[in-house]
C-alpha cells in the first residue's frame, strides 16, 4: 500500500501528461469525419499497454471501429481479469457551452476538463496505470487482458460479432469496468444494475414544401404540431409510457428490496440544486432512485424542424424530426422494444403526414449479483481506499455490451466506477477530479489481490 | 392598349434585366448581418422610380429598415393612389433545397427563380414598370406615390409610427397594393381580407445543462418532452385552439356569405396534389378555403432542442424552443392574443420547468369592402386583361400594415395580387412566372384609368 502511494505520488504528472494525450484526439465515434482520429485513439491506448507492461498489444479490425486488445499472461493456472473500456467519446455539442475547448484539456480547481475525462479515457487510464504499478513492482496476482473497444457511445454495434469470433482469445473469469459514477465523493458504490437502450430518430413529413404558413395554416396538417401530439402521447398523465405492451416484460422488484434501495444515502436537495431545477418528474409512485434505476424511462434527446434561425419566419413546415430514446429494465429486450415503438408510433399518425422510424441504437440492461467473488473483492478493495464499505447500486445508465459479455462470453462484469455526477459526461464541460483519478488508480491493485486471494 | 403591349413587349428584356438587379441585393429583414444589404436594396429602388418618372424620390429613416419614398403629383385637385410594395425578403433557409442559388436569380421554364421573385421585388417591379409606361406615354391620369419599406417580412414594426408621423406626405385617397396571390392564372381574383399574426418563440429550460439521459432520464423533466406536451394541449381534437378566450373576438361569417365564398372554384385534389399530401385538416366543420379565409389558426413554424446531429447522443436536454404563429382574423387584437397565448402557456408549464414567451411580430387582419371606388377599378381592368371578372377572396396570409393603414391613414388600400400558390414564396424556390409579371404590368395601368373615372 505504502509502495503503491508512493509510486503515484511519484508519478501524479507524468500519468497526467500521457492522459492529455489521449484526452487531445477527438475520437468522436458518431461522427464520419471523425475516423481517422479513432485509429489514432486506438493506436495511442495501443502504446500506452505496451509502456505500461503488457506483453502483447494489437489493434484488432471490427466492422466499424477496432478495437484495441493487450494482455499479460503470468501464469496459465491462474484466474483472468479482463479490463475493458472504450477509447471513444460522445460529441461535443453544443460546443459553445465549453469554459475550455473540449478537446484541449486542462486542469482548474482540481480537475480534469475536456470530453473524455472521465467517460470513457479517464477511468480507462486509471487501469492501465494500476496495471503499470503492478508489473513494476512485481505484484502482478493473476493474468490480465485488456478488450479497448472505439463504438461504446454508439451502442457497441460492431463488439458483439468481435467477441464471438474472438471468444477463445477473450477467455476470461470476470470482466473489470470503470465506466459508472459512485453516489458521492463521501460515499463509494458499485453499480450492480444497468439499464438497457432503445434509441431511434423518427421523421414525420407533411407537405413537400414549406408552405406559407398564412396561405396554408389551418388548412394543411402541420408536421411539427403532429410530432408535438405524437410525442406528448407516449407517456399519460403518471408519466407511464403508452406503448402498448412496453411494460410486459419489465421485472418487478420485491418490497425488500425497494426498501433496501432506499436506504442508499441519496440527497434529494443537493441533486436539484445541482441540475438548478426546482422539481423533479417521473412516473408516479416510485423515488427519484427507482425511477432511473428500477425503471424504464423515454426521453426526447433532439427535436428539430422548420425555421430555427433568428427572428421570425412563417413558414408551415414540411418535416420534423426527435431522437427518443427509452430506457430499459431487466427483462425488456431492445430489439423487441423498437419493434413495439415503431408499430405503436406509425398507428398514432393522423392522416395528412407520412412518418418513418429509424432504429439507431440499442442493448440490453444488467443486474449483477452482490454474492460474487469480484464483488467481494471491489468491496474490500474500496473499504480499504475509502474506508468505508461502498454502496450496491443500481445505475439508469446503459453500457449495453455488459448484458452481452454475459451471453456470449458466459461471463459477468465488476463495474467500479469512480466517477461523479457532477463529472458532466455526455454534457460540455466533462471533467473529472484528480482525486477520483488518483484514488482509481490506488483502488484496482488492490481488487487484483482480494480476486486473486478469493480465486484461490 | 396597343401602345401599352407594345412598350411590354419592346421592353421585356430591360425589366427583367431590371429586375435582376434588385433580387440580387440579399435583403433579409430578419437578419442584422443584411443591414448594409436593407440600404443597397432601398437606393436600388430610389433609382428605379426616379428614372421611371417620379419626380422626387427619398429615403427616410425609420427606427428601423428605411423606407423609399417617391411621388408624381401632376395636378394637386386630381386623385392620389398610393403603392405600397416592400424591397425586404424573408430568410432562404434551407439553402440546399434551392435549385438555384436564391441571390442569382434566372430564368428557367418561363419563370424568374430568386427570392422575392414574386414576394414583393418581381409584384412591386410591376408597379415601377406600369408607372413608367403611364409616364413616357403621358396618360398618368392622376397623382402618384410610392412607400416602400423594408420592414414587412418581420411586421412592419416601424411603418406604424412613420406614417404617423408623414400623415401629411402619405395623404391619399387609395392605396394599391400587390402583394398577394390570384387562386389560379385562369382565375383572377382580388383579396378582399388578410388575416392578423401573432407570433412567439417559447423556450422552455429543465436542467442547468444537458444531463446523462440514462442516469437522469424518468427522474428530471425533460423540457423537450415538456414541450411536446405543452404544444399538444393548444388544439384539442377539433382542432380548435384551447387557449382561453381566443375566440372571443372572432367576427362569425353567415351561411349566405360562406355560401358565396363556397362558390369560388377551388379544386381540392389539385390543391393536395401540389404540395403531395393524401389528406387535409384543420378546424371540424369548416372547408379548407373557410380554414384559411376566416378562421383563425395555430402552426408552429420550427421548434428545436437537444442533439439534432448525426447519430445518437444520449441526453436529457437543458432547453427546448419553439417559434409558435397564430392567424387571426377580424375582429382579433394580435396584442390581445400574444397575451392570451403568454398567461394560457406559462400556465400550463408543469413543476420542474421555467418557461419563458418572447413576442416576435404581430399585425391584425383586414377586410376591404367589394363595394368601394377602387375595387370597382381594380375589376374591369382584370376583366379588360384577363377576359373575365375577377373573384373577391379572403386570403390567409397577413400583411399586418393593412389594417394599420386604415388606423393611421383613414384609408382602404386595394389588393391586385398576381402571384400564384406555385410561387413558393417564403420557400425555396421562390419563383415568379414571367406570364404574371407581364400581365401585372399590362393590368395597373387600366386601373389608374378606370379609378380616376370612378373618381370623377
Not at 50 to 78: F, Q
Not at 103 to 125: H, S, T, V, Y
Not at 173 to 186: E, N
Request: charged share 25%.
Amino acid at each position: 500500500m505504502e509502495k503503491l502511494n508512493n509510486f503515484i505520488e511519484e508519478n501524479k504528472g507524468r500519468f497526467v501528461e500521457e492522459l492529455f494525450g489521449l484526452l487531445r484526439i477527438p475520437s468522436v465515434s458518431s461522427k464520419n469525419e471523425h475516423k481517422a482520429d479513432m485509429h489514432k485513439a486506438a493506436e495511442y491506448i495501443k502504446k500506452s499497454l505496451l509502456d505500461a507492461g503488457a506483453k502483447t498489444a494489437e489493434i484488432l479490425p471490427t466492422d466499424g471501429h477496432p478495437v484495441v486488445y493487450a494482455e499479460k499472461i503470468i501464469d496459465p493456472s491462474l484466474p483472468v481479469v479482463m479490463v475493458y473500456g472504450h477509447y471513444d467519446v460522445q460529441p461535443v455539442e453544443p460546443v459553445e457551452l465549453w469554459k475550455s475547448p473540449p478537446f484541449e484539456p486542462e486542469i482548474r480547481d482540481e480537475r480534469i476538463w475536456g470530453r473524455g475525462a472521465d467517460d470513457d479515457k479517464g477511468q480507462l487510464f486509471m487501469h492501465v496505470k494500476a496495471f503499470e504499478f503492478m508489473v513494476k513492482n512485481g505484484s502482478l496476482p493473476c493474468n490480465v487482458k485488456f478488450m479497448i473497444e472505439g463504438e461504446e457511445e454508439i451502442g457497441s454495434p460492431s463488439l458483439g460479432k468481435f467477441c464471438e469470433e474472438n471468444a477463445g482469445k477473450l477467455k476470461c473469469d470476470v470482466i473489470l469496468v470503470s465506466d459508472t459514477s459512485m453516489i458521492g465523493r463521501d460515499v463509494p458504490s458499485i453499480t450492480t444494475g444497468l439499464r438497457g437502450l432503445s434509441y431511434v430518430e423518427v421523421e414525420v413529413t407533411g407537405p413537400n414544401r414549406d408552405l406559407h404558413s398564412g396561405l396554408y395554416g389551418g388548412a394543411v396538417v402541420n408536421p411539427v404540431n403532429v410530432l408535438a401530439k405524437m410525442i406528448a402521447s407516449l407517456t399519460d398523465e403518471n408519466n407511464r409510457i403508452t406503448i402498448s405492451g412496453f411494460y410486459d416484460d419489465v421485472v418487478g422488484v420485491s418490497q425488500e428490496e425497494r426498501q433496501a434501495m432506499g436506504k442508499a444515502p441519496f440527497d434529494i436537495e443537493k441533486y436539484k440544486k445541482e441540475i438548478d431545477v426546482d422539481e423533479l418528474g417521473g412516473e408516479a409512485g416510485y423515488s427519484t432512485m427507482e425511477r432511473t434505476g428500477i425503471r424504464p424511462s423515454l426521453d426526447v434527446n433532439g427535436i428539430w424542424g422548420g425555421y430555427t434561425g433568428e427572428g421570425a419566419k412563417t413558414i408551415l413546415p414540411s418535416k420534423a424530426f426527435a431522437k427518443i430514446s427509452m430506457r430499459l429494465v431487466p427483462d425488456q429486450n431492445s430489439k423487441k422494444i423498437d419493434e413495439l415503438f415503431i408499430s405503436h408510433f406509425k398507428s398514432i399518425a393522423p392522416p395528412g403526414v407520412r412518418v418513418d422510424v429509424r432504429v439507431l441504437h440499442g442493448g440490453e440492461g444488467y443486474v449483477s449479483p452482490v454474492d460474487h467473488s469480484a464483488y467481494r473483492a471491489a468491496s474490500k478493495a474500496y473499504e480499504d481506499t475509502f474506508g468505508k464499505k461502498p454502496v450496491p447500486f443500481r445505475s439508469g445508465g446503459s453500457i449495453p455490451i455488459i448484458s452481452l459479455f454475459e451471453k456470449v462470453l458466459g461471463v459477468k462484469s465488476i463495474l467500479m466506477g469512480f466517477g461523479l455526477e457532477s463529472d458532466a459526461i455526455h454534457s460540455p464541460n466533462e471533467n473529472y477530479p484528480l482525486w477520483n483519478f488518483y484514488k482509481g488508480i490506488e483502488t484496482i491493485p488492490l481488487f487484483y489481490d482480494y480476486y486473486s486471494k478469493e480465486m484461490e
